[in-house]
């Protein structure tokens, strides 16, 4: 993979864990119980992108690298992006002006922003991240029962092949929220031979379980992932965002 590049978290544990940064052309699901830091981690990086390179983003001096920020369970906070802008030295309004809001009302209207993006990418905006919050509960809640367990996991697949192709393509980071129970195993959103098979051999998808940890901290999980080992990370949610 050529011009891959790197988003901090504005945790070093977390960002040497995903072998330096969150990585343009791949995807990550980040996987874990409730109150686990997902949407946390979603928030953060979608001002981080903001940042200069040399802090972390991907911002050049006269090109913002912005972010799509698309939520299917209503838990956006505008107000949180103004705190972790303040702790990342990031003008608050122009943080927000910078995050392109969707919110995502079924399964069909979540699949159809993502086919439609190339179009606002197309049109000169400088998208570099794509935050989807959840990438499951709508799928979880429209096909409920065994017999639709399969129609539901083919729709996610092609989704996520779209979602793929969209980060090799444009060269953007895609970061995507799954709750699930506390055990790691379980149900996985990703299934990598399903989703990458041949066509998307350069396509790399990480995987990374999240939990509580003690004393308020979270501990993240590399999970599968190609080059690197399975380790974990310390960090911490703050007033300020994330941080070791
Ligand atoms: P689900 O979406 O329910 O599966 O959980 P999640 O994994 O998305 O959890 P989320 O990222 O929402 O993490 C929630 C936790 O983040 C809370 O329990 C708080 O510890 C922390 N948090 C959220 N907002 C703030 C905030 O404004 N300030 C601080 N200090 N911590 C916050
Ligand atoms: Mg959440």
Redesign the pocket.
């Known amino acids: 993979r050529k011009n891959v590049e790197r988003i901090t978290t504005s945790s070093h544990a977390l960002d040497d864990l995903l072998g330096g940064g969150l990585e343009t052309q791949s995807l990550v699901e980040a996987f ?10 979603g928030h953060q990086l979608a001002v981080n992108i903001q940042l200069p390179k040399e802090k972390g983003g991907l911002s050049e001096p006269d090109k913002v690298a912005q972010a799509v920020y698309i939520d299917t ?1 209503g ?1 956006f906070r505008p107000e ?1 992006i103004i ?1 972790i802008a303040k702790g990342s030295q990031i003008d608050p309004d122009s943080a927000l002006r910078n995050i392109l809001f969707i919110r995502a009302y079924n399964s069909d209207h979540q699949i159809n922003i993502v086919k439609r993006l190339p179009s606002l990418i197309h049109e000169g905006r400088n998208i570099r991240l794509l935050v989807i919050d ?1 990438i499951t509960a709508h799928f979880r809640a429209e096909y409920v029962g065994r017999s639709n367990l399969a129609e539901r996991q083919q729709r996610l697949n092609q989704h996520l092949r779209d979602l793929l192709k969209l980060a090799t393509v444009y060269n953007i980071a895609v970061y995507v ?1 799954n ?1 699930v129970m506390a055990k790691p195993e379980g149900f996985f959103a990703i299934d990598q031979q399903a989703v990458g098979g041949h066509v998307l051999a350069h396509a790399i998808t990480y995987r990374i379980f ?1 939990r509580k940890g003690k004393d ?1 901290t979270r501990i993240a999980r590399l999970i599968d992932a190609p080059h690197l080992p399975e380790r974990e990370a310390i960090f911490r ?3 300020e965002g994330i941080r070791d």
Do not use: N, V
Request: proline share 0%; glycine share 14%; net charge neutral.
């Open positions: 874990g119980e409730f109150g686990s830091g997902k949407t946390q981690l369970e838990t949180r705190q959840s929220t709750q999240m308020r949610i703050t007033e």
